[in-house]
């Protein structure tokens, strides 16, 4: 597989780049928000301290990978952090996750990064991502519909920390080629087909 780690990109409104430990503050009102991490496996961050081990401990070392996409989403008119897009388990399911302070929510903010995201995985022949969003977040399921992402399958883990079981919807995009539906949520987890609008 090709090596690329995380390189900056522009769109209109927006630098997309890694994170640094300039960040703290911002990532710290992202992190701590109990609205905006409602729907994420981990419960909100307390303390900066508890954001400063987390970018030490899970982003920062992230970025020694060969190949790693992990975004901070920030403004082009003061490179302030509002929020991520992060690719997850590169060669089995490309999961993308991101989160974006409840300010900016509704602007097209996070579909206009992953957009972008997406056409620099293109250029690279990276060969699909999916996405998850629970039942109860439609929101961010609009935002896979909205960068071309289709619905496959939906299924039930109970995700830790929080120790709740969680109804996911699985969608997924194709970037260089038919790869087929990635099954690897079927296979560990109940699953079914909803029919959605």
Not at 80 to 87: D, E, N, P, S
């Amino acid at each position: 597989m090709f090596k690329e780690n995380t390189p900056t990109l522009y769109t209109e409104r927006l630098i997309l780049r890694k994170f640094t430990d300039k960040d703290l503050d911002d990532m710290f009102l992202l992190y701590s928000d109990e609205e905006v991490n409602r729907f994420l496996p981990w419960y909100p961050m307390k303390t900066k301290e508890e954001v400063k081990k987390y970018l030490y401990d899970a982003i920062l070392p992230f970025y020694e990978k060969d190949v790693a996409y992990s975004y901070a989403i920030a403004q082009k008119i003061d490179d302030k952090v509002i929020g991520y897009v992060h690719i997850n388990d590169i060669g089995d399911s490309n999961d993308m996750g991101y989160a974006l302070r409840k300010e900016f929510w509704r602007k097209g903010i996070v579909s206009e990064a992953c957009l972008a995201i997406l056409e620099r995985l293109r250029q690279v022949s990276f060969p699909f991502i999916t996405a998850t969003h629970d039942v109860n977040n439609p929101h961010s399921g609009d935002v896979m519909k909205k960068i071309g992402m289709t619905y496959r399958y939906s299924y039930q883990e109970r995700w830790q920390p929080k120790d709740i079981l969680v109804t996911f919807r699985m969608y997924q995009i194709d970037l260089c080629a038919d790869n087929g539906t990635y099954i690897g949520y079927k296979n560990r987890y109940p699953h079914f087909i909803e029919k959605l609008d």
